[in-house]
């Protein structure tokens, strides 16, 4: 008798098992976080600050990576039939594959985070003996660095806000509590950033790729850019770049390690000078603006 029953249960425990694992609906699943695609790393940041545990961000640009040669590998197309959002940011590349994104899955809420702020054209600093070049296309070229603007990310986070809150209205007050946190950080990192910076003689900056445009901008500097209109300079611009920062006291030229530091290497051994490397792309954006800043004020001072 004990030996027969003892059978059955032993028969029956994997299904047992099975039944009480399908009945343990209190486990949280990944699936119910937002799934947000971004176009760069900065970007998974500001939606982290906003959604926080509740979204689960994937970027398309890889770390270490350049937008302005990237394009969607098929895998990260399929994998958009995951995503809940996709928060664009006005990159070159969005423009040749927004659509293609966008069509992927028509459930996608497409956030814009270029909406409600004020892009300045490419490239609005001539450097002497530079023929001017018209702007490619027959549509303005609006520099696409918006991210490292503090005074623009508030818009974009704002903007990330109300889509976070129009997908998933249940954590709306945890969005907004999120969103005031964030917001007073870009404030306290304004003013510092305006600390750091106000000590500075020296004004104006040599860099590879104009990245810092926005950052020049608001804080009052004045970037000199290696790159013209996103190509290598000729070798009469190089030539003419090399001049003007000898006459500058230009000693150090800022690359970054997304690109080629070969042409930024060139110009500093004309000069005397160095390559340092900053990072316009980096994870952790609040802290990266302050050391930028700090490297910018040390640099600058000397
Ligand atoms: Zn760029």
């Known amino acids: ?22 009945s343990q609906g209190t486990r949280p699943e990944p699936t119910d976080t937002l799934h947000v695609t971004v176009s760069i790393v900065p970007q998974k940041y500001f939606v982290e600050r906003i959604g926080g545990q509740h979204v689960t961000v994937s970027v398309m640009v890889q770390p270490g990576a350049s937008p302005e040669t ?10 958009l039939s995951e995503a809940d959002a ?26 814009d985070t270029t909406r409600g702020l004020e892009r300045m054209p ?35 986070a704002q903007t990330i806000y109300e889509a976070l809150v129009r997908l998933d209205a249940a954590h ?19 003013a510092d950033i305006c600390q750091t910076l106000a000590r500075v003689e020296n004004r104006k900056f040599m860099v590879f790729h104009p990245a810092w445009g926005y950052f020049a901008r608001d804080y009052g500097l004045e970037m000199i850019s290696i790159e013209v209109g996103g190509q290598e300079p000729s070798a ?11 006459e500058e006291g230009i000693r150090v030229i800022f690359a970054q390690p997304e690109l080629s530091t070969r042409t ?3 110009v500093a051994r004309e000069i005397g000078g160095e390559v340092l490397l900053v990072s316009p792309l980096a994870p952790d954006w ?13 640099v600058l001072s000397e």
């Open 1 to 22: 008798m004990f030996n027969r029953w003892y059978i059955v249960a032993v028969a029956l425990l994997p299904f047992v098992v099975l039944l009480a694992g399908c």
């Open 70 to 79: 990237y394009e969607p590998k098929p895998e990260q197309l399929r994998a």
């Open 86 to 111: 996709y928060v664009s940011i006005g990159l070159p590349f969005e423009k040749a594959w927004l659509d293609r994104i966008a069509s992927t899955n028509p459930n996608m809420l497409m956030v």
């Open 122 to 156: 490419m490239g609005v600093h001539h450097h002497h003996g530079e023929e001017e070049r018209p702007p490619e296309g027959e549509t303005e070229n609006p520099d696409p660095h918006i991210w490292l603007s503090p005074e623009l990310v508030k818009v974009q």
């Open 172 to 190: 709306k007050e945890t969005y907004q509590a999120n969103l005031d946190s964030f917001m007073a950080d870009i404030d306290a990192l304004d």
């Open 236 to 246: 009469a611009e190089l030539a003419a770049l090399i001049s003007e920062a000898r």
């Open 264 to 266: 930024a290497e060139t």
């Open 286 to 298: 609040l802290d990266n603006l302050r050391q930028v800043a700090e490297t910018f004020a040390e």
